[in-house]
Structure formats: C-alpha cells, structure tokens
C-alpha cells in the first residue's frame, strides 16, 4: 500500500453519470453540496499536512536528506535556530548534507530521534496555502561520546503544487540543546557542526534568539483559538455544473469525509492501546484485535490469535506498586487502503519504565508498522508491531548505555520466529516505511464511487453536515488542547485562562477545583508570575489525543496525555508525566474548556529518575485555596491509579476500568 490519495487528484479522476438535465440544473448550484465539498478538502488538506510533517521527523531520524528535501518546494525557505536564512531547494540541500558530514544517512552508533507533536494546524480559505505550529521532542546522540536532549516549536508555512501538499517555509525556533547528564539545570551542549563545511546563509536570522538558559517565544501564526474562527470564504468552484453534478460533487464529499473518519477511528484505537499498556489491561487490549491478530514485540517473536496474544500480554505481568509502564503512542502515519476496509499505520513509542524496587528506571524509543482491518464498521488491530530503535538506562542515558534487543523466550515460546533480524542502537535499525514519500511518491488511486441519486440528495446532505461538524469539532480541540500548551510553556497565564469557559474548572493533581475563569486564571500563579521568565523551563509536550464530541455538537470530552520538563537553570530539573480527562462546551460557536482535570502520573528529579527520585504530586496550597476539594483521592507513583476513562473499549465496547 503505498502513497495516499490528494483529495484534488481524486477530484480529478473520480466518473460518474451525469443526471437528467432538468435536476442538473434545479440542483448544481446548490450551495449546500458546495459547501460540503468545500468542508470536506478542508478536512483531507489538515489531515495531510499532519501526515506531511509527522514522515518529515521520520526522513530526520535517518538523516535521510535527500526524502526531507522531496517535502520542499523548490523555493523553500528553511531556518533552524540561529543558523540563518537558506533560500531554495539547492541551497538547503546543501546545508542538509553539511550536517550530516557530506553524507546521508545516520553513523554508526548516531541517534537521531526528531519527534513531531503537538499541531496547531490552519488551511487558508482559500485552499492553496496552511501554517502549522509543532513541537519537537529531540533525542541526540553517538554512543561513547555524548547523549542531548533537544525541544523547541516549529512555525512551518506550506503550499499545495500539483495535488500535493509540501513544505514552503520551515523554521524551527531553538529552546534548547542540552547534555543528557543535569538535562536543562545545566548550560547549552557544547556545539558539535564547528568540524562541519556549512555554507553561508542567505541571510541572518529573522529571529535571533539568545541560547539557553535565555528564554524566548516565538511568534504564533494564529489568534488565540477563543476568539473563533477567522472569517474564512468559500473556495471558487473550479469545475462547473456541466463537468460534475450535484450528486457526483455530493458523493466525493462523502468519500473525502470518511476518509478522514476512518484515520480518525484508527488514531482512536491505537491510541487507547497505549493507555491500556500503561495499566498493564490485557483483557481490554486484546479486545482490540481481530480474531486472527498477530502481535510482534522487539525479538520475542510472532503470537497469532487473540488466545495466544492474551497469554503473552498476560506474561508480561500485573501492575502492582512501584512498577512504571508508560507506553506513549506518537507521531501517526495512518494509510487508509483503496477499498476503506484495511489500513497500515506507523507510530512512534517512548516507553518509560522501572519498578522501584528494583531502583532501575528505563527510557525505550519504538516504531510500530502495524496493520488494521474494517469489520462490521469497526477498526480493529489484524497485525501489531512493534520495532524496539533504542533502549537505556534512564538515569546514565544512551551516550553511555543500552539494553540488547528481546529474543524469544524459553517459557513464553512464540508461535512464528521474528520476522526480521536487526540490531537496536548502538546499530542503526530501519523500520521501513509503509507509505511513498508524500512528496515524490505515486500516489494512491481509489475506485470511483456511485454518485448519490437526485431524490437522496436532501437526506444526504443532512446527514454529512452532521458528519463533517464532528470531524471539524474534532481539529478544534485538537488546537485548542494544543495552543493552551503552547501558552503553558511561556507563562502565558491570560492566554490560557481566556481558552476556558466563563465557569469553567480547573483541577491539577491534588489541588482541589478552582471553579470560573477569574478563579482559574488565579490558580495559574501558582506555578509563578506571567510572563517569560529567563533561566526557567516549563515544557509541556501534549500528545494521544482521544476526543469524543457529543451527538448535539455542543460538549466533548478529551483524554490527553503530557510529558513534562520543569525546572530552573543552575538549581533543579525535574520531569512528570500526566493523564488529563478534560471537558469542553461550545460558547457562542466556540470551543472552550469547560473543566480541565490533570491526573499526575509521577514527578521526579530528573537526574535520578522516578524509582530513586521520584516527588509528592501538587497538593492544596494555602495562599490560594481552591474553591472545592479534589474530585478524586489518589497517589502519583510510585503508588498506581487508572484516571477513569471518559469512554468505552473502541472494539467491545465494554467499560474501561
């Protein structure tokens, strides 16, 4: 299955019958259908540009310049950190290859893990034209010489040229380089390109930052997402009435439309998959998958059914106290295959683990290739697997250590072999890709569809509009929840505030609820001032998004999960996970948080890792009480608490709990 279909290709090559001229004419210019078909490429062109930028950290991973530079336009302008301004795709190339010593590809033993989270994803209206704000998460190295930790926002601009979406302006906006060893308490790493051949700049930065611990922001594209939409038209028709009908326009609507569901179904499932390995749920975690699911973890071999894929989960043991687990699930690719009923789809899993007892802590890196099937309308796993990149100490980092990859097991025998052989890091494992380079690659034809017969059209339209306002609910919190944890970073405390509902709650760890915006702005000064705040680090790294928005359009609820770095330059670094459910109304047409409720997983000192340093949660403070006491009486670790599910198994439907 390679490559994916660009909604204006499919516009393109889709044939369908045309109608009676007598209901061509009463219904071709009804603006209903255009206007559906108009909401629909808005959805596919958000849905591709994310897929774009996600295959972007993966081609980074690899050092592979030559498939970043097939994302670019030819006159891209790209600017990383301070390096300055390079203009076209010649003069970026070799910049490029500068970094990587005049070669492609990773050294041996080089880690180069460029993750790609956190959108806040905008198309122009008129179709042409998006922006984008990213976070990278960065994991640095060279075993036996150093190990770095790197973060900070990408501001990126795109263009859609001959049916393809790519990479116009990309600009990556440094918060910092640092030693794995004290991460962020210490100073920038030392720079380790002076040895390399770059060429000159175009131009000096547009941004000059000064290096950590100085403390910038960098510019966003849009307007806080609480004062609404921008006003955006309706896209010109480029193909009159005599070229497509009503119905033919109405049924690639429908087919754009549940393209972007299915993706959406599929982000759901996996997504749940991972938060179920967090509390070690193997019932509900083999629920997930088709009779005849395979499951395949690093070494230990292929377990074929639901029977034999339960007995090995089970294996892997029960959670009990002080036993660490985090499974994230990141970065999607999701391929939907021509026929709508199989999918293939690439994910990327940090994995921090330990179990206090033992006073040993590990930070894993894998990349799942998995596969998917459509069964009676629901999307379950047919093939899982999962490719173990790097594994390590969590407390001496990858420069200095690394776990050997799993073999199969004497007392947990697999029922196939491994698949493929591979060395994790120090080797350089490649996962291969399911997908064509976006940029370069064939792309993905689907079967023409029926068009939707004149007396259906009314009904039809009805019900897609319904249809289409969820999957566009579904990208508004998304940047939502992701613009509240941009402001977060820099102290932005009135920016946050104003995301919330005029009575909505705010409820950290065990500090109680602090109910009505005013009260919720208050609550924020209980991490310092506003403002930005040099020699301070407050990272907040939001991903697996689960959102379910209500039938009437006018709740939704959110399970999202945050990895977060804290601390202050020469004095501490700290790190905590967390698990959010969080509930939100529509005010006025717009998108507010109506109660956030943050679940602390751990907090720890980040140079000794949860097992040795691991902190209490926030509690109530006594210069600003909050106005109720927690909802939920719970331990972060090392004790273990399940933060309940606002939904159900995906698959079962059976209560996740």
């Known amino acids: ?87 076209g795709k010649a003069h970026v190339r070799a910049m490029l290859y500068a970094i990587g010593y005049g070669k492609s590809g990773l050294r041996v033993g080089q880690l180069r893990d460029h993750i790609q989270l956190q959108p806040v994803v905008d198309v122009a209206s008129d179709g042409k034209t998006a922006r984008g704000r990213w976070k990278a998460l960065v994991l640095l190295g060279q075993y036996g010489d150093y190990a770095r930790w790197q973060t900070g926002p990408y501001e990126n601009e795109y263009r859609l040229e001959g049916g393809r979406w790519k990479i116009s302006h990309i600009h990556w906006y440094e918060t910092f380089t640092v030693p794995y060893e004290g991460g962020w308490k210490g100073a920038m790493a030392q720079s380790n390109v002076a040895d390399r051949n770059f060429p000159a700049p175009d131009g000096p930065p547009s941004f000059a930052a000064q290096p950590w611990p100085a403390t910038s922001l960098a510019p966003y594209h849009y307007a806080n997402p609480a004062d609404g939409p921008q006003a955006r038209p309706a896209r010109p028709a480029k193909i009159n009435a005599d070229e497509r009908t009503a119905g033919q326009r109405l049924a690639e609507a429908r087919r754009l439309t549940e393209q972007v569901q299915d993706e959406q179904q599929i982000v759901v499932l996996q997504r749940t998959y991972g938060y179920l390995v967090d509390k070690n749920m193997w019932t509900q975690i083999t629920d997930l998958f088709t009779d005849d699911g395979t499951l395949e973890i690093g070494g230990r071999g292929v377990f074929v059914g639901k029977a034999r894929v339960l007995e090995y989960l089970k294996w892997l043991g029960s959670p009990k106290h002080g036993k660490l687990y985090d499974h994230t699930q990141m970065e999607s690719v999701i391929t939907v295959g021509p026929d709508g009923s199989t999918a293939r789809g690439r994910w990327r899993a940090l ?78 494992t490649f996962v291969p890709y399911h997908y064509s380079n976006p940029g370069s690659g064939p792309l993905l034809v689907r079967p023409a569809v029926e068009p939707v017969p004149t007396a259906a059209i009314a009904a039809e339209v009805a019900r897609l509009d319904k249809q289409l306002q969820r999957l566009e609910d579904v990208n508004a919190l998304e940047n939502l929840q992701n613009a509240y944890g941009f402001y977060r970073d820099k102290w932005q405390w009135d920016d946050a505030a104003k995301l919330f509902a005029a009575n909505g709650t705010r409820e950290i760890a065990q500090r109680g609820v602090y109910v009505g915006r005013d009260r919720v702005r208050r609550s924020f000064d209980l991490d310092g001032p506003a403002g930005l705040r040099q020699g301070e680090v407050a990272e907040h790294f939001l991903y697996q998004h689960v959102i379910h928005v209500a039938d009437d359009g006018k709740t939704a609820q959110a399970r999202v999960r945050e990895l977060s770095w804290l601390g202050a330059y020469g004095k501490q670094a700290e790190v905590s996970a967390e698990v959010a459910e969080n509930r939100f109304v529509k005010e006025g047409g717009v998108w507010k948080i109506q109660a956030e409720h943050q679940y602390t997983t751990f907090l720890a000192d980040y140079t000794k890792g949860w097992s040795k340093g691991s902190k209490p949660i926030a509690g109530p403070s006594l210069e600003l009480p909050a106005d109720r006491p927690p909802t939920d009486v719970y331990g972060a670790f090392p004790d273990i608490y399940v933060p309940p599910f606002h939904y159900s198994n995906p698959v079962s439907g059976k209560p996740i709990r």
């Open 1 to 87: 299955m390679s490559g994916f279909l660009s909604a204006r290709v499919w516009a393109a090559i889709v044939g369908m019958a045309l109608l009676p001229c007598f209901a061509q004419a009463a219904i071709a210019a009804s603006p209903s259908v255009d206007a559906l078909l108009d909401r629909a490429h808005r959805l596919t062109d958000t849905a591709e540009i994310k897929r774009l930028q996600c295959i972007y950290g993966y081609y980074l991973d690899r050092s592979d310049w030559d498939a970043v530079l097939d994302l670019f336009t030819d006159d891209v302008v790209a600017e990383y950190g301070n390096s300055g301004v390079y203009r």
């Open 351 to 428: 994995i921090l683990g330990g179990e206090q007892g033992k006073r040993v802590d590990f930070l894993g890196d894998a990349i799942y290739e998995n596969e998917y099937r459509k069964e009676n309308g629901v999307w379950k796993i047919s093939n899982l697997h999962a490719v173990f990149i790097m594994y390590t100490d969590f407390e001496r980092g990858w420069g200095t250590t690394f776990n050997a990859l799993t073999a199969p097991e004497v007392d947990m025998p697999p029922d196939r072999k491994p698949s493929a052989r591979y060395e994790s890091y120090p080797g350089n």
